[in-house]
């Protein structure tokens, strides 16, 4: 069975600082893929990244980057230089074989 | 390109009523999903279909849910009779079987759900 975990419910930061958001994953699938969403809080899944299981490299797109090490089944996000448009819950997700599993999302507040 | 679409965006009914969702898929996406998104946690797969065909639906609870693809395009969800812990986000995805971007699922606005 495939599992995500993101530990973290909620998470409040001030605009400007950096962010990482924390993601693990259980599978025994030899190819698979990870996501990450962002939901605001009108309600639509907006996709940001997949990666494969076979391409470990990190990628960084504007201010988001995403750190995929398969050694601690992992895929962290990390905003930087947070903005208040980043409020929103974001889901790290996963497909093996089967369906796509969703974490329970972690909350992100960014104040001004 | 349009994305995907959903209707309605509200909906409130007393439970044992029955209520219907509509979603029309990105042009050209075969694959459409249905998924159940309770308060504070991920979306879960209710059911997936492959143009007009099911290719899993076993996580939906038959009893009271039912879908359709008819003409392998435009899909709807039915709950009949609704109950309380039915109130939910209803969110409908499409993804395309082109090589390269097969997995990746696009989503709807949803349809919130509220049964009284």
């Known amino acids: 069975a495939q599992k995500v975990t993101q530990a973290q419910t909620e998470i409040s930061v001030v605009e400007k600082e950096d962010v990482t958001l924390d993601c693990v994953y259980e599978?025994?699938?030899?190819?698979?893929?990870l996501f990450w969403y962002k939901q605001p809080p009108s309600g639509e899944l907006v996709f940001l990244i997949r990666?494969?299981?076979?391409?470990?490299q990190n990628e960084i797109s504007g201010r988001y980057s995403w750190n995929f090490q398969k050694s601690t089944s992992s895929f962290n996000f990390t905003i930087t230089a947070s903005q208040v448009v980043d409020s929103a819950v974001y889901f790290c997700?996963?497909?093996?074989?089967?369906?796509?599993?969703f974490g329970k999302g972690t909350m992100l507040l960014v104040s001004p | 390109e349009a994305g995907v679409a959903q209707s309605p965006r509200y909906k409130i009914i007393e439970k044992r009523q029955s209520v219907a969702f509509w979603c029309n898929p990105i042009?050209?996406?075969?694959?459409l999903y249905w998924y159940q998104q309770i308060l504070g946690q991920g979306p879960k797969l209710l059911i997936q279909?492959?143009?007009?065909?099911?290719?899993?639906d076993s996580q939906l609870p038959k009893d009271r849910f039912s879908a359709e693809r008819l003409k392998g395009v435009d899909s709807t969800l039915k709950i009949q009779p609704a109950k309380l812990e039915d109130s939910a986000v209803y969110l409908c995805?499409?993804?395309?079987?082109?090589?390269?971007?097969?997995?990746?699922?696009?989503f709807g606005p949803g349809t919130r759900l509220l049964v009284l």
């Open positions: 995805a499409s993804s395309s079987v082109s090589t390269g971007d097969q997995e990746t699922q696009y």
């Open positions: 599978t025994r699938d030899t190819t698979y893929y």
């Open positions: 990666r494969n299981s076979f391409d470990e």
């Open positions: 997700a996963l497909r093996g074989y089967s369906t796509l599993t």
């Open positions: 042009s050209g996406h075969a694959t």
């Open positions: 279909f492959q143009n007009n065909g099911v290719v899993d």
